[in-house]
């Protein structure tokens, strides 16, 4: 990585030739849905940024936010409202003023109504706001209070119009719902997190830090440096690369010529912790390197296609690191000594509101056994597949939103036969929460009756097949050797193992008291059975305000 870091440093001090840079958009689902609908809705696809590769330029999304409003005519109150709310989000990249009052000036904060402290001249600009997450809710049969309390501040911006900035820092105290309690005990790690300690007999608390920065090399080249997550794809899932995991350090180019975008991905990765009486202890922890790159075309203004292919190696090989190589030709030129996943996905806009979208990944190919010619069922035969449908203003309802997507991943699917090559961060999924050897449907239903006021519907159904014990390995825990199967080469099927059913259902509103704080209810049922734990009914209420903050989603 030391190679790519100093032309990371190299291209840094070549700055005189680049044009103005903004700051990013940290990835929010709901956030992110409300800038995605909008594509949906008019039928064709934005010019300013492709939706395969999140997050987005905050620069980006207002010139596509702002050609939408001139070009959309009358808006219904609700779609106003939410444009209004992005631009104000980034309204340093806006045309005009918006909402934006001169008496505001006298003030020290909130001049404007997404900051509470912001600062603009010609060399800076800075935005500075603070981070809240306080939830408290009641699991049926549980007696402790489920609860989480973070505290921090986020700052942005840019310089010089330039080098854009922003980092997010905050602290966090929190005792999970059972089924989030139970996956953290089998990982060793929280989703989402890293290092973390004991709060308390059930709790967890936990130090988080984010931070990158960005500039565009050339016109067309964006260059991005830091420590933070990626989300590949259009779906609530992403198997070619998610946010559910640790964020890690990483160098992205991202190239983006009319309808060709192309992104490069170098990133070093935590590939296993030290553990002491099960909690993560002081030490060096060993290291993987992943390299990662995909091409996406729009091959039409509603039909976009990827290609990608990604490695994932216990050691660091500058053979990696030219963007333009075929990643598996140099693997075979060292020895087949690393993991190489191929992949493709789409996304496509048959009419104006709608939306078909999917994702494939290869992890193993053998053309014999792929084909069922010489065996079916074979463990060499691993993949992912994801199809998926959004259907935006349903039956002409405005702000009536349907998603319906569908998962699964074979057996072994992500492992692999060396030590720390395994497609994980920190001991989660860098894909699919539930790693391989699954099923899985989802339903989300959204709904905005007011412009304030968020109504959401999601149900969950899994099937996955667990190891029985320990020492067997059926394909679904990605943390394990290939090579240690508990089957035969072939005869291998989703479910295998113990045989897990997950129906999740939950109800949750949300409202907006003032610009990025929001007050969340929620009611959730979860029904687990089957496999190596008991069968359990989970009923979670909750109540929540957030400011300047994700909403963290239960739903694996």
């Known amino acids: ?44 696809f934005a010019k300013e940024f492709h939706t395969g590769v999140k997050p987005f330029h905050r620069k980006e999304v207002v010139d596509f936010l702002q050609k939408y409003q001139d070009s959309a005519g009358s808006l219904s109150s609700v779609d106003a409202f ?52 306080f939830q408290g809710g009641i699991e049926q049969g549980e007696d402790d209070l489920r609860f989480r309390n973070t505290r921090g501040v986020t700052v942005r911006g840019s310089i010089d119009k330039k080098i854009g900035f922003q980092t997010l820092l905050t602290t966090t105290d929190l005792v999970f ?31 988080s830090a984010r931070g990158q920065v960005n500039f565009n090399a050339t016109r067309h080249i964006q260059v991005h440096f830091g420590h933070d997550s990626h989300f590949i794809g259009q779906g609530f899932r992403s198997f070619v690369l998610s946010d559910f995991s640790n964020p890690f350090v990483f160098l992205k180019l991202n190239t983006q010529i009319g309808p060709v975008n192309f992104t490069n991905l170098w990133g070093q990765l935590t590939a296993d912790i030290l553990t002491a009486g099960g909690f993560p202890t002081d ?50 030129q060292l020895g087949t000594p690393d993991k190489v996943m191929v992949g493709t996905d789409f996304k496509w806009h048959p009419a104006n509101g709608w939306q078909l979208y999917g994702q494939f990944v290869l992890d193993e190919f053998v053309f014999n056994e792929f084909f069922g010619i010489s065996g ?28 319906l997507e569908y998962n699964q991943a074979r057996p072994y699917t992500f492992q692999e036969k060396f030590d720390y090559q395994s497609y994980t961060n920190y001991r989660i999924p860098l894909t699919h929460p539930q790693g391989a050897n699954f099923r899985e449907l989802i339903l989300l ?19 996955q097949g667990k190891d029985p014990a320990p020492a067997d390995n059926y394909g679904g825990d990605i943390l394990k050797s290939r090579l240690d199967n508990s089957t035969s080469l072939f005869g ?17 509103a949300s409202y907006m008291l003032r610009h990025n704080l929001f007050l969340d209810l929620s009611q959730t049922l979860r029904q687990d059975s089957g496999g190596v734990f008991p069968a359990s009914d989970a009923v979670f209420s909750q109540l929540a305000l957030r400011w300047n903050r994700s909403r963290f989603d239960p739903h694996f």
């Open 1 to 44: 990585m030391r190679v790519l870091f100093f032309s990371f440093f190299l291209a840094f001090f070549q700055l005189p030739a680049i044009q103005a840079q903004s700051p990013l958009l940290p990835y929010d689902r709901d956030y992110y849905q409300l800038i995605e609908r909008l594509e949906i809705k008019q039928g064709f």
């Open 82 to 133: 939410t444009i209004s709310y992005l631009l104000q989000d980034s309204w340093e990249y806006t045309s005009d003023t918006l909402t934006y009052a001169p008496q505001n000036e006298r003030r020290k904060i909130y001049q404007r109504p997404a900051d509470f402290y912001s600062y603009k001249d010609d060399a800076w600009d800075v935005h500075i706001n603070p981070v809240i997450y």
């Open 177 to 207: 719902p059972s089924w989030i309690k139970r996956y953290v005990q089998q990982h060793g790690a929280i989703p989402e997190q890293g290092f973390w300690k004991r709060y308390g007999d059930n709790g967890y608390s936990f130090f």
């Open 283 to 332: 030490g060096r922890y060993p290291q993987k390197w992943f390299s990662f790159h995909r091409l996406g075309v729009n091959l039409s203004q509603k039909f976009n296609l990827g290609i990608f292919e990604s490695v994932m190696a216990n050691q660091m090989d500058w053979n990696y690191l030219n963007p333009l190589i075929f990643y598996r030709w140099v693997e075979h």
């Open 376 to 403: 079916k069922g074979s463990s060499r035969n691993k993949h992912g597949f994801q199809l998926g449908l959004n259907y935006v203003s349903v039956a002409g309802i405005d702000n009536l939103d349907v998603q």
């Open 445 to 463: 239903g959204r709904y905005r009756p007011l412009p304030r006021l968020s109504v959401n519907g999601t149900f969950l159904f899994q099937m």
């Open 492 to 508: 291998n099927v989703i479910g295998q193992g113990e045989k897990t059913h997950t129906r999740m259902y939950t109800l949750r």
